[in-house]
């Protein structure tokens, strides 16, 4: 049984086509279509900081109230 064998150059020069051709299959995003994600992203993100604070405030509270009645 014969194998084929590929030089590494083949190898990569292929990879390096292929890559170049799926790239050219992407649907790339607008700039407005970027800025609206990058806006619903901090906005879901301030949204979590706040809810972590108030959560880790009111936890704190209740242990702090839970310790001082020991």
């Given amino acids: 049984m014969a194998e084929n064998k590929v030089s590494l150059g083949a190898r990569i020069s292929g990879y390096y ?6 790239m050219k299959k992407v649907t790339w995003p607008t ?3 970027v800025k609206e994600s990058t806006l619903v992203v901090l906005t879901v993100c ?3 900081v706040i809810g972590t604070f108030i959560v880790d ?3 704190s509270f209740l ?6 009645l020991l």
């Fill in 31 to 33: 700039q407005e279509e």
């Fill in 57 to 59: 405030e009111t936890l």
């Fill in 46 to 48: 301030g949204i979590l």
């Fill in 17 to 22: 086509n292929d890559v170049v051709s799926e």
């Fill in 63 to 68: 242990i702090k109230k839970l310790v001082s």
